[in-house]
């Protein structure tokens, strides 16, 4: 429960208890359990909200890291096609040459 061991429970409800009393003591309950049953009401609605955007997001990068590989491969290719075209036309001056 929130990273606290049984020992600090023990210690914090004793020190609650000093402090308000045992007829205030079950009221502070109540009113600590409403909050924390708010804030995890909060945090889900907030979850619940977010995580449609972050597929999104996620979805969008994946779609530009495609593009991006395609793009790279294109590139490659034309790469690889203009200096093996250099190579081409002096095997084909070569050819014609010892023709």
């Keep these: 429960m ?3 061991g ?3 429970v023990l210690i914090i409800l004793v020190i609650a208890f000093l402090l308000f009393g045992p007829k205030q ?3 502070i309950g109540r009113q600590v359990g409403k909050a924390v049953k708010g804030f995890k009401e909060t945090a889900d609605d907030l979850r619940k909200s977010v995580e449609p ?3 999104l ?3 969008e990068v994946k779609m530009v890291e495609q593009d ?3 793009s790279m491969k ?3 290719e034309e790469i690889e096609r ?3 075209k250099p190579e081409q036309v002096a095997n084909s001056q070569q050819s014609s040459a010892s023709s």
């Design 6 to 8: 049984a020992g600090e």
């Design 74 to 76: 294109e590139a490659e």
């Design 82 to 84: 203009v200096t093996n």
């Design 53 to 55: 955007e972050v597929n």
């Design 2 to 4: 929130f990273g606290l």
């Design 25 to 27: 003591l079950p009221e």
């Design 57 to 59: 997001i996620q979805q």
């Design 68 to 70: 991006l590989q395609a």
